[in-house]
Nanobody
Framework: QWQLVESGGGLVQPGGSLRLSCAAS????????IAWFRQAPGKERKGVSC????????YYTSSVNDRFTISRDYAKNTVSLQMNRLNTNDTAVYYC???????????????????WGQGTQVTVSS
């Protein structure tokens, strides 16, 4: 049975860093594009970043560009999201999901992604 599990969330002060991890079991991530989404209370789920199956295509939404870095580790079957210079607007539940393609020019959209994890809470507060 397949499973996607996010980890690494927590409480951090503004300006701090967190590293989220998305781990797969029961299947390999190698053939999938992976996206990170986030959902703040009362708001829609929004695509943050994605990486293609080969790792050659990477996208970041404008609000996190130059602060977040997505990467994948094929040996560990994981995808990570390094988040630096966090601010209160980054507070949300973060989800990873598998898809076919990573669009290099547009935010990942939830309907295009199939398998989802349960999410990890990121809270940025002083």
């Amino acid at each position: 049975q397949w499973q996607l599990v996010e980890s690494g969330g927590g409480l951090v002060q503004p300006g701090g860093s967190l590293r989220l991890s998305c781990a797969a079991s029961g299947f390999t991530l190698d053939n999938y594009a992976i996206a990170w989404f986030r959902q703040a209370p009362g708001k829609e789920r929004k695509g943050v970043s994605c990486i293609s199956a080969t790792g050659h295509i990477i996208y970041y939404t404008s609000s996190v560009n130059d602060r977040f870095t997505i990467s994948r580790d094929y040996a560990k079957n994981t995808v990570s999201l390094q988040m630096n210079r966090l601010n209160t607007n980054d507070t949300a539940v973060y989800y990873c999901a598998t898809g076919v393609l990573c669009d290099a020019y547009n935010d990942p959209r939830p309907p295009h992604y199939e398998r989802w994890g349960q999410g990890t809470q990121v809270t940025v507060s002083s």
